[in-house]
């Protein structure tokens, strides 16, 4: 059951550079510690967390994800330094550089998050089948209709062109 307040998992949870990850300042939240907290004990293990684990986000990535989720301005009393995220791997092994009780108990609730989402994705199979037969159906319009559009444009430029010069009878 959800804690009132408590933002679920999942809303934690965000696509960038085509990765699923989650913030640092979420994962400290849940762990129950300071930002800068987590930041020290995965900056003190760096051979723990290669890009792949782990990457800082750039100023455009970081405004976007702001933009997002509703942060407030720069400069007031916000973040020094951008954030970090972590992927599924990177919250795995933080567990291990957070030796504590609640870091291991957050991290499997993480992972069961991220099992979960994975599953529900895989399980989406007749997407692909309706995104195919979508695909066919707009083929099979476009190949009906294409006289017609054809027409409709033929008769638009005609209408664009600038008329034909005819002779002047008479005094100019």
Do not use: W
């Not at 006289?147 to 005094?171: M, Q, S, Y």
């Amino acid at each position: 059951m959800e804690e009132k307040g408590v933002m679920p998992i999942q809303d934690m949870i965000y696509e960038i550079r085509g990765q699923k990850v989650m913030l640092d300042s979420d994962l400290a939240g849940m762990y129950e510690i300071e930002t800068k907290i987590l930041n020290k004990a995965v900056k003190r293990n760096p051979e723990r967390f290669p890009e792949i684990f782990m990457f800082q986000l750039t100023e455009e990535e970081f405004k976007s994800l702001r933009f997002q989720f509703g942060t407030s301005k720069e400069g007031k009393g916000g973040r020094r330094y951008l954030p970090y995220v972590f992927t599924e791997h990177g919250v795995l092994m933080l567990s291990s550089v957070l030796n504590s009780k609640k870091a291991i108990s957050v991290n499997i609730e993480i992972m069961v998050t991220f099992i979960q989402m994975r599953q529900y994705v895989l399980s989406q199979t007749d997407t692909n089948e309706q995104i195919t037969e979508l695909r066919k159906l707009l083929l099979l319009y476009i190949d009906n209709n294409d006289k017609r559009v054809n027409d409709i444009i033929i008769a638009l430029n005609n209408l664009i062109e600038k008329p034909k010069e005819t002779k002047r009878i008479g005094f100019c």
